[in-house]
Each structure stands twice: as C-alpha cells, then as structure tokens.
C-alpha cells in the first residue's frame, strides 16, 4: 500500500488535551470527481490546482524576460556575419538565418523551461490540463504511466508526472533528464501547490477511470531517485545516503565499515559522460547562436576542437578527483579510498548542472561572458565545498586536511572554463 498521504499526516501520539480539532487523516481511497470517463466538464468547473502567487509569478516573469531578451538580440548573429566573414554572399545568409533561428528556438525553449517550472493544472473529462505560457495544454488520462514520488526535507514532496507519447512540449523532456529518469517526458509538482493531497488522488482517479482495471499501487511509485533534484534541494543528506555514511553506526568510520557494492564501471562512464557532455552542449549553443555554423562559417574545426577538447577534460574529472581523494588519505590517515569517491563524487557534480539552466539562459540572450563566468565559478565553487564535506567526512579529519581534495576538484573544473573561454568563436570574446 503506498505511503505517500501516511507520511504527510502521520501524527504524534497525544499527550494531556488536544489543542484542538484534528483533520482525519487522508487515505488512498479516491473520492468522486465530478467528471466521467467521456463525459463533457461545464465550462469554469474543471477543479483547479495553482501555487500561491509568490512561488509562480518570479518564474513566469524571469522566462519571459529571457525570452524577450532573446529576441532583442536576435539581429546580433546576422550583424556579426555580415561584418566579419570573408564568404560569398549566399554563405553569410545562410550563416544568418541558421544562427537566428536557432537564437530563437533555444531562448524559446530556456524561457519556457523557467516559466513552466511551476505549473499549474486542471482536471478535466479529456484529460490532465497543464499550463504552458499563456494556454492550457491537455494530456489524454491514457498517456499517463508513473507518477514518481520523491520525499524532500521537511516533510514535503516532489512528484513528477511521466507520460507517453509526443511532448506537450519540449521543456518536458529536459524536466524528465533533470529528475534522473532518462528520456521520458513529464513535469513536475511539489507538495506547495495548493491542495496537493486533493490534486494527486485526482490524477490517479482519472487515470485508473480511464483504464479499469488499473491499481494505484501500478500507478504510484515512491521513493524514486531523482539525483540531480536531490543533489540541488538537499545535497549532504543525499551524499550522506548515497557514499553509504548513514550506515556506519556513531563512532565507527566508512572505510571501517562493512564492504558495499561498488558502482559499476559502466555505469560511472556513463553518468559521467553526461556530466561532461553538458559544458559541450553549452559550447554548441553559445557557437551556433553567434554564427559558427560547421561546413558555412569557414571555422568548423575550431568547434571540432572545443567539443572533443571539453569532453576529454570532463570525462578526466572523475579519476582525477578520485585519486587526489585517495591520495589524501593515504598521506593523513595512512588508508586512501578510491572506490567510495568514485561511486560518490558524480553526485557531488550534479548542482552544477542546475546552474547550467541559468548559463544556457545567459548565453541564447547574449549577456556579456562575465556573468557566465560568474556563475560558472559559483558552480565551481559549491562542488569543491561538496568535496571537502565528502572528503572530511570519509576520513574524519580537520576541514583544513580536506582543502586538497576540494583544490583538486575545482582545479579540473576550473581547466574546463579556461578550455572553453579559449575555444570559443573567435571574435565573441571581444
């Protein structure tokens, strides 16, 4: 039987008099709706599920102003190629027209992935209705397969809503990426929403009306990892859980501790070529948008160069930090542990895809690369802090004995920035 409304109204056993009147505690048996499988929904009576106004409108405000910002620099690609390419003159066209529309496409696409990120929903007789700028979207109940459950600090919850099919749009296939589940497409609502209880008995309603037969235990999954959700919302109780620290008893230490399972070494190739490949994709964009179209611009190599330089450097980044973490404990505490940093220190990179989101925004938009730089070095520095607490925490020593594994987890991180700021378009550094 799934947990999910338990765990939210699980109370305490009373002592003396109660305080006052105690709200029965929700279950799983869904209420009616007012609606039937192919039944019509009277105009404005959908049931309704918004967050309070301070949650949605910052978002919905800062996509839009990417977008618009977009736009407003829409005439930079074609101006810088019309000014500096030595090409006939059908080329430099060409060379405008993709780098435009792809300016176009990818702020449209950073500002909807900011402006979506808290939806709001109705249920109507067709299906799940999700908001997307200024229209409503509706999703058939049919398409609906999982609603994956993540427990967050403070008694709350994340619930992502996967479905099948076409996107509803593309933002909902970075969304399914962002909370670890692949290339499946969903979006997310958290347990802020008003009436959040209500909302997901409602969508399981709808879904099991639509295909009798179905439980809400095939429906409902608790407990899903969702890494980069949980690294970015809560990352020293996630790092705690995932190197295996909260199951060493008081006193006792990891390497001490029982053996784990070690990660498998295709498995770490693979989250780690993702983690790589994001600085790449960031490239990519900040080159085509600006006019580095490959086989039209006359300087494909360079983007040649870049992609394979910064993945090469990004694919490094995991032994290296493991065998400075392991060296370190060779020289402090006589014991190196290179297994438990290589399982946990992808983890520890995962904020920094978080703050990737706002460097695509910087870029589609044009901002001046200071501010990338900023916020890269931000990111730089809240994974070396992870690696110190990681690292402090393996071998229970002083913050200041640490301070080489965090050196050396921003020192590779900081080689990838230096590698693409040299790399990039010649002229956009100007």
Not at 47 to 68: M, Q
Not at 274 to 299: I, K, Q
Not at 386 to 404: G, S, V
């Amino acid at each position: 039987m799934p947990t999910l409304f338990r765990k939210r109204t699980a109370a305490a056993v009373p002592t003396g008099k109660p305080s006052g009147p105690r709200a029965a505690p929700p279950t799983y048996q869904v209420a009616p709706l007012p609606l039937r499988a192919g039944a019509g929904v009277t105009a404005g009576k959908a049931p309704r599920f918004s967050y309070p106004l301070a949650f949605w409108l910052p978002l919905r405000i800062a996509g839009y102003v990417v977008i618009l910002l977009g736009l407003l620099a829409l005439g930079g690609p074609v101006g810088y190629v019309i000014r500096s390419f030595n090409v006939q003159f059908w080329q430099g066209v060409a060379v405008g027209v993709i780098a435009t529309a792809l300016a176009l496409l990818i702020s449209l696409i950073a500002g909807a992935l900011i402006a979506d990120a808290l939806p709001s929903f109705e249920i109507r007789a067709a299906g799940l209705a999700v908001t997307e700028f200024v229209r409503w979207r509706v999703l058939p109940w049919q398409r609906i397969t999982r609603l994956h459950s993540l427990t967050l600090p403070g008694d709350r919850y994340l619930i992502f809503v996967e479905y099948a099919g076409t996107p509803l749009s593309p933002e909902h296939l970075v969304y399914g990426l962002l909370a670890g589940l692949g290339r499946k497409n969903g979006v997310f609502y958290t347990s802020d929403i008003h009436d959040f209880e209500d909302l997901t008995r409602a969508i399981l309603d709808g879904r099991m009306r639509a295909t009798p037969g179905v439980r809400v235990e095939d429906l409902l999954v608790e407990g899903v990892a969702m890494p980069v959700v949980q690294m970015g919302l809560d990352p020293l109780a996630t790092m705690e859980r995932v190197a295996g620290f909260d199951q060493v008893v008081e006193g006792d230490t990891l390497r001490s501790a029982s053996q784990r399972p070690a990660t498998p070494r295709a498995t770490l190739v693979r989250m780690q070529l993702g983690l790589a490949l994001v600085p790449v994709a960031l490239f990519w964009v900040d080159n085509l948008v600006n006019g580095n179209v490959p086989f039209l611009s006359g300087d494909t190599w360079s983007l040649l160069t870049g992609t394979l330089g910064l993945l090469a450097l990004g694919m490094l980044e995991l032994p290296f930090v493991a065998l400075a973490i392991q060296a370190l404990g060779e020289n402090t505490v006589g014991s190196g542990e290179q297994q438990a940093a290589l399982d946990t220190y992808p983890y520890l990179e995962m904020p920094r895809v978080l703050a990737f989101v706002v460097l695509f925004a910087l870029t589609v938009v044009k901002f001046p690369f200071f501010l990338t730089f900023l916020v890269w070095i931000a990111a730089i520095a809240w994974v070396s802090y992870l690696t110190l607490l990681f690292t402090q925490r393996l071998y229970e020593i002083p913050q200041k004995q640490a301070y080489l594994a965090a050196g050396a987890a921003a020192l590779v991180q900081f080689l990838v920035l230096l590698a693409y700021n040299i790399l990039r378009f010649p002229g956009l550094n100007g």
